[in-house]
């Protein structure tokens, strides 16, 4: 199955600092690369995904980049903010099956 | 409107004994899933129901793991005989159904803390 891992495990930048968290994934077939933002308490939620046949896609402060060759893809985040503060997962799978493969995630702090 | 709810939020049992978690998904979604988040992990699936069938159940840990959804709307995870190693977080997440990543984000509950002493 799919294998995809995640880093850096934690990861603490000044508001107003770029942040990037990388992810790897084994599965050549994987085609959907979608990231979570979970805040304490709450459950994961979707904040921009990617699919391979694109190589970037931007909303506002957040992008995602993929390198199919290479098998990673980073979420960007820019001019961060303290409310970025959060756990964020990235994920990998088919676009068209109702499963995908979390990586550990990244506890990002952003300090005021 | 409601997102999809879980409960109970904690949960503590002790060791041997027998659970159920359960979680009302967004009205109309028909496909739910089932997710474990181990303390510093990732998330982890367990299974996937579209309707009242489940399709995938291959990430059930063990035969003591067990799922059902009824009326395709509430679903139950049950775990028979708590060990130790269950002490998790327990997410559950919905979705329209039919195929995700076409439209079909995941929506998750806040999810259900299960310590086993």
């Known amino acids: 199955g799919e294998n995809v891992e995640q880093h850096p495990s934690t990861l603490s930048v000044q508001e107003g600092d770029s942040a990037v968290i990388k992810c790897t994934y084994s599965?050549?077939?994987?085609?959907?690369f979608p990231w979570y933002k979970q805040e304490l308490g709450k459950g994961p939620q979707l904040i921009i995904d990617?699919?391979?046949?694109?190589g970037e896609k931007k909303d506002q402060r957040i992008a995602v980049t993929l390198n199919k060759t290479a098998k990673h893809f980073s979420l960007h985040i820019t001019e961060t903010q303290p409310e970025d503060s959060a756990v964020y997962f990235c994920?990998?799978?088919?676009?068209?099956?109702?499963?995908?493969?979390f990586g550990s995630g990244t506890k990002l702090n952003v300090k005021p | 409107g409601a997102g999809v709810s879980q409960s109970p939020s904690n949960k503590v049992t002790e060791k041997g004994k027998d659970v159920e978690l359960r979680c009302d998904p967004i009205?109309?979604?028909?496909?739910l899933y089932w997710y474990r988040q181990s303390l510093g992990q990732g998330l982890e699936f367990l299974i996937y129901f579209q309707g009242n069938s489940a399709p995938d159940k291959s990430g059930l840990p063990s035969d003591r793991f067990s799922a059902e959804r009824t009326g395709g709307s509430v679903s139950t995870l049950t775990i028979q005989r708590t060990q130790q190693e269950d002490s998790a977080v327990y997410l559950c997440?919905?979705?329209?159904?039919?195929?995700w990543g076409s439209g079909n984000e995941q929506f998750f509950g806040p999810g259900t803390r299960l310590t086993v002493l």
């Open positions: 599965d050549s077939a994987s085609n959907y």
């Open positions: 997440a919905s979705s329209l159904g039919g195929y």
């Open positions: 994920a990998a799978g088919l676009y068209n099956f109702n499963k995908f493969y």
């Open positions: 990617i699919r391979s046949n694109v």
């Open positions: 009205s109309g979604h028909t496909a």
